[in-house]
Structures are given as C-alpha cells and as structure tokens.
C-alpha cells in the first residue's frame, strides 16, 4: 500500500496512457464499423470479404501484430501508432458482426415507412436505422471497450503498454504488489469508461433505459472473447 | 517546392518503406524455411511442439473443468446468471498481468520458473469461452424438442446426452475455437516468464533488438492460430448433426430479437480471440 501512495504520480500517469492508448482505438474502431457495418448490411459479397478479412485479422494473436505493424506501416518499433492501429484493427473485427446485426435488425417495415414518408437514403439512415440500432450498438461498443482496455497491456512487451508497464516492472522486481496494483487499476479503468458509455447511452437514447441494462456488456458473454 | 515534388517524395518514401517491408519479410520466411532452424532444443521445431504442448494440456484441463458445468448449467437453466456476470468479469482483467502474477506467486511457493503456473492460467482463462460455448450450445436447443424427448419416455441423462449434446455440439466447438485462440495467443506472451513456445521468437526479437527474429516468430504464431482455427472451424461444421444446418437455426438478420441475444446464433461463440 506504501509502494502505491508513493509512485502514485507514476501510477495515474500511466493510467492516463492507458485511457488514451485503448480510447482511441474503441472510438476509431466505433466509427469505422458503422460505415463498413452499413456498407456489408447492404451486399453479401461485401459482407463475406469484411468478415472473413477481419476475422483472420483478429485471428493474429496481438503480440505478433504489434511486431509486424512497423515493418508494415514503417513507423518505429517503439511508436505508439503500431499499438493503437493493431487494438483498432481489433476493435473494428470485434464490431463489426455485431454492428451489421444491428443494422439488420431494424425492422423493414420502419425503413418502408420512412422512406414513404420521403426521407433520402442518407437521413433515413442517420434519421431512422441509426438511432434505432443504438441500443445493439452500444451492448457490442461496451464489450470491445472492456476488451481494449485490458488487451492494451500486451504492449507493455513492445514499450507502450500503459498500465501494463507495472506487469513487467513488478515482474523484473519480483514485487507482487505492483502487478496486483496494475491489474486493479487495469480493471478500474475498464469500469470507468463502461460507466460513461452508459451514461452517453441513457442521454443519447432516453427511450431505452431498461434495454440498456438488459444488454449490459456483462450479459453478452457469447462473442468476442478477448482477454490480455 | 512545387506540389509535384511532395506527392513525388511521398511515393517514394511509400516505395522505399514497401521494399523495407518485402525484405523483413523474406529474410523471416529465409530463416524459417531453412531446415537448421528447426534443430534443436531452441529450434522452430521444439518450440512448436512446446506451443501446442502446452496449449493441448491447458485446454484439456479446461474442457474438464468447463464442460460438464456447461451442460448442467444448460439442462437445469440455473446458475446462468452467475457465468454471464464470470465472463463478463473474466474479460475486463488483463490476461498478461494475471499471467505474471501467477508465476510469480509460484516462484514465491518454491515452484521456480516452472511452466505449472503458466498452464494453469492457461486452462482458468479458457474456461469462461468454454463454459459459455457449452451452455449456451444447451440453452440454443428447442425446449420443443426437449419436451419431444422428455415426452418419449427418455430419462434427463438421456435428454442430455443424446438429444442436447449432439445439438449443443457447433456451439460448443465455438466456444472451443475461441479457448483455444485465446490459449495460442496467451502462451505467445507466456514466453516472456518462461522458456519454450513459438513467442520466444518475439520475446528474443525484441530483447536483442534482432527484428527479423520478431518477424519469424510473429509469422509463425499467426499460421499457428490461423491454421488451429481453420480445424476446428472444420470440426464445428462436420460436428453439426444432420438436419441442423446454419439455415435451420435461428439467424439473426430479419427479426431483430435475436440480434441482442446473439448466442442463439450458430456461430455467436466463433469469434476468435487475440491476445498476447
């Protein structure tokens, strides 16, 4: 307890890296998934190429994708940019299946009214399917922010981790404490932006508040299994 | 310095980082297709087989623990709750600091840099897929068919066993899919507090600064996942009892309800899983 009292500069500081290493992925990875969503709710063939290319993405265990982005990208092994690219390439393949669902999911008959009533197919979209698919999108946007949080600590072996940086730290000291204090915090972070996208949720869609809580990232345990 | 020139460079610097690429690449795959790497205790060939070793034993160890659980879980319809809230719990904590943690509380008891601890954070993190995997495989069964069953005279073994089960079996093999990719790619990481597996590559690459050798273990560690994978994404298609295709099982496009609750869905659980 003494050891996190007296490096607790240390300890927000990373945690601060952490909020914004993952957070821009899960906010990267969100826009991107809604018009590639959108783009493969509407063709089969697009709808099979994302899926199986993002699948076998997602396949790649995320060590080895933090290693081979900078041969791809160019960029320094060390720089940030291959760890946020590899967690938003995650991100968009752990959306995507779920933001076509929420697509599709928007009953036909909405969409035939609306379009009766003479909206274009862009503010029927952003009108209509968008705000109606919400609450779907929110359960899947939950799950990948959860995920990122904690995947991001993998980094730590490639020098940008985040909180991950006590993993290796603690690990080289032999000291327990800090590797329980990276997890704890780790885990607080992931509660953190869970609370506020569920707050951004309840502002943004004041319909749906008991549908929100039912489709809590904690009860959609079935897809997209990340851990790390 | 006229805009021509900038796109110029720009392609350029975009053609020199293209051959930088191409030459990491087949330096990696030069290293890897030459016959003595794969020799000897540190080769590519020990190390692969420690690698699926080890993802082989903690799997095994976690379809033990999960499976049975799965089903009851399943059959009886109780304590669904409880593994929503474990795996939705189990997904927030950091796999990679767990991992240390527990090998360093097995230094701490005498154990050494053994690979025990290893293994056993391997089979608890597989667990929650595979729990998930086989109950919901249970709860996705027609409670009309169950009731055929029930009806016919067969005992709730023989529900479970012969009629559950086999119907249960794609999205068990789905959640066995996303264990095992999510054991392939911890134990990568594991490499960084023990010896053996194919992330040695990486763990090396990295420590020596020796980036072909990232390379090599990258590319190997992704075949290894992609070709797993690509098994038992054909052992869940031939598994599938005759009469239940993907088509006869509730999709999730056109009534919307299925969409939140995506485990009816045959292939909800097939979602891999990165990691490490």
Sequence with gaps: ?228 | MSPLDGIENFLRSLVASFLNALEFFLKAFAFIFDPTNWAGDAGIGARLLAHLGITVLSILIAIVLAVPLGLLIGHTGRGRSAVIAITGAARALPTFGVLILFVLIGINFGAGLSLTPVIAVLAVLAVPPLLAGAYSGVEAVDRETVDSARAIGMTEWQILTRVELPLALPLLIGGLRSATLQVIATATIAAYVAQGGLGRYLIEGIQLRDYTRAVVGAILVAALALIVDGVLAVVQKLVAPRGVSRGATRTTSSTGMTARRPTRSPDATRTPVTEG
């Design chain 1, 1 to 228: 307890m003494t050891w996190l009292w007296n490096n607790l500069g240390l300890i927000l500081g990373l945690t601060a890296d952490h909020a914004r290493l993952s957070g821009i992925p899960i906010l990267v990875g969100f826009a991107a998934s809604i018009p590639l969503g959108w783009f493969a709710s509407r063709s089969r063939v697009a709808r099979a190429i994302l899926l199986t290319g993002f699948g076998i993405l997602y396949t790649i265990p995320s060590l080895a994708l933090f290693v081979v982005l900078p041969v791809i990208l160019g960029t320094k092994i060390l720089d940030e940019t291959n760890v946020v690219v590899a967690l938003t390439i995650y991100a968009i393949a752990m959306m995507l299946r779920g933001t076509i669902d929420a697509f599709g999911s928007v009953s036909g008959d909405v969409l035939e009214s609306a379009r009766a009533q003479g909206f274009s197919s862009v503010s029927r979209f952003w009108t209509v399917q968008f705000p109606l698919a919400g609450p779907v999108l929110l359960a899947n946007l939950r799950v990948v922010s959860v995920s990122t949080v904690s995947l991001l600590s993998v980094a730590a072996l490639i020098g940008s981790g985040g909180l991950g940086y006590l993993f290796t730290n603690g690990y080289q000291q032999y000291f327990l404490d800090e590797i329980v204090i990276g997890i704890v915090f780790t885990v607080l972070l992931a509660l953190v932006f869970d609370t506020v996208l569920v707050i951004v949720g309840r502002i943004l869609m004041p319909w749906n508040r008991p549908k929100v809580v039912r489709t809590s990232a904690l009860r959609t345990p079935q897809r997209d299994w990340v851990g790390a």
